[in-house]
């Protein structure tokens, strides 16, 4: 059974950065694609972050430049940071698996998901 688990979340002001961590337990870390998502209260989930099983990146165009995914395969973790937070990236930040080589942004591709992180970022 494949388990995720989010932390690094908190309350930062703008401008501010943070960690997102997401521990990966029963299943060969290296096998994954994963990926960030997060939903603001009153909208729907959208994806912020993806890796795919080889590394190949992709970001949402409100994350680019200022998001860095990664993952240590060794550690099993993956991680989110997130530089020059704003006001709207507040939302809960959710961590996503797949066994598929790519799942990219679409949360349709991802079938295991952690319970998720809070990102509160003020003005």
């Known amino acids: 059974q494949v388990q995720l688990v989010e932390s690094g979340g908190g309350s930062v002001q703008a401008g501010g950065s943070l960690r997102l961590s997401c521990a990966a337990s029963?299943?060969?870390?290296?096998?994954?694609?994963m990926g960030w998502f997060r939903q603001a209260v009153g909208m729907e989930r959208e994806g912020v972050a993806a890796?795919?099983?080889?590394?190949?990146?992709s970001f949402a165009d409100s994350a680019k430049g200022r998001f860095t995914i990664s993952k240590d395969n060794a550690k099993n973790i993956l991680y989110l940071q997130m530089n020059s937070l704003k006001p709207e990236d507040t939302a809960m930040y959710y961590c996503?698996?797949?066994?598929?080589?790519?799942?990219?942004?679409?949360?349709?591709?991802?079938?295991?998901w952690g319970q998720g992180t809070q990102v509160t970022v003020s003005s």
């Open positions: 890796i795919d099983r080889y590394g190949t990146t």
């Open positions: 029963g299943a060969s870390f290296s096998s994954f694609c």
């Open positions: 996503a698996a797949d066994f598929r080589v790519y799942g990219g942004l679409s949360s349709y591709n991802y079938n295991y």
